[in-house]
C-alpha cells in the first residue's frame, strides 16, 4: 500500500523568510502523481501546487516550488518570501494514475511569525 | 464558476442515530468522493462515485455508505453512529474521466459530533 510519511509536524518561519516542507512516499509504481494541499482554519483543503512523476522538471507556482526527487521518493514544498497568509496546515498527497483516491500525509501545521 | 457544496456545515447526533451528508459537486464535475478527517486517523479516504455508479471504497465498514445522483450530487450516509464517527466529512469532485491528474477540488466540510 501506498503510504506518504511527513516528519515535520509543526514548522515556523519568519514573515518574508523561505521555509521548505518534507514528505517522502513509499510505492512501486513509475507513474504518479503527488499533490500539497493547504488546509486553513476555514477547513477546506486547497491546492498549492502538483508535479507529475513522469516530468522531471520541478513545478513552480509563484512562491511555491517543489524538490522533487524520484529515486529518494522525495517531495518537498518550498515557499518563499512566507505571507501570514500561509499560515495552515499542509498536506502532501499521493496518486495513482486512474484512481481519484488521495493517499494523505498527516500534515505540517506551519506557522507564520510577523 | 460555484465551488464544492457540502451541507450542513455542522451537525450533532447522539450514538445510534444515523446521519445523511450531501455534496453538490463542480458543474461538469462526474467523481465525487468522500474523505474522513480525525485527529488520531488522519485524512482518510471513504468512497468514490463516478457516474452514479461506486468506483473506488477505502477500508470502512459497511455502516458508511454513499450514492450519486443522475446530477452528479452525492450523499453519505453513517448508519448506527459511534462516537468514533465524529470527524470532519470532505467530498471533493473532480472531472474524474480518461487519464491525467484530475486534480480534486474539496468542499469546506461537514463537521459531525456524536456524542
Known amino acids: 500500500a501506498q503510504t506518504v510519511t511527513q516528519s515535520q509536524p509543526e514548522m515556523s518561519v519568519q514573515e518574508a523568510e523561505t521555509v521548505t516542507l518534507s514528505c517522502t512516499y513509499d510505492?512501486?509504481?513509475?507513474?504518479?502523481?503527488l499533490f500539497w494541499y493547504k488546509q486553513p482554519p476555514s477547513r477546506q483543503m486547497i491546492l498549492v501546487i502538483r508535479?507529475?512523476?513522469?516530468?522531471?522538471q520541478n513545478a513552480t507556482e509563484n512562491r511555491f516550488s517543489v524538490n522533487f526527487q524520484k529515486a529518494a521518493k522525495s517531495f518537498s514544498l518550498k515557499i518563499s518570501d512566507s505571507q501570514l497568509g500561509d499560515a495552515a496546515m499542509y498536506f502532501c498527497?499521493?496518486?495513482?494514475?486512474?484512481?481519484?483516491?488521495?493517499?494523505f500525509g498527516t500534515g505540517t501545521r506551519l506557522t507564520v511569525i510577523p | 464558476k460555484a465551488g464544492v457544496t457540502q451541507t450542513p456545515r455542522y451537525l450533532i447526533k447522539t450514538r445510534g442515530q444515523q446521519v445523511t451528508l450531501s455534496c453538490s459537486p463542480i458543474?461538469?464535475?462526474?467523481?465525487v468522493s468522500w474523505y474522513q478527517q480525525t485527529p488520531g486517523q488522519g485524512l482518510q479516504f471513504l468512497f468514490e462515485?463516478?457516474?452514479?455508479?461506486?468506483?473506488n471504497k477505502g477500508n470502512f465498514p459497511g455502516r458508511f455508505s454513499g450514492r450519486q445522483f443522475s446530477n452528479s450530487r452525492s450523499e453519505m450516509n453513517v448508519s448506527t453512529l459511534e462516537l468514533g464517527d465524529s470527524a470532519l466529512y470532505l467530498c471533493?469532485?473532480?472531472?474524474?474521466?480518461?487519464?491525467?491528474?484530475?486534480?480534486?477540488?474539496f468542499g469546506a466540510g461537514s463537521r459531525l459530533t456524536v456524542l
Open positions: 471533493a469532485s473532480s472531472l474524474g474521466g480518461g487519464p491525467g491528474a484530475n486534480v480534486l477540488t
Open positions: 510505492t512501486s509504481e513509475s507513474d504518479y502523481y
Open positions: 508535479q507529475e512523476a513522469y516530468k522531471q
Open positions: 498527497a499521493y496518486k495513482k494514475p486512474g484512481a481519484n483516491n488521495l493517499f
Open positions: 458543474s461538469g464535475h462526474r467523481s
Open positions: 462515485y463516478f457516474s452514479e455508479t461506486q468506483r
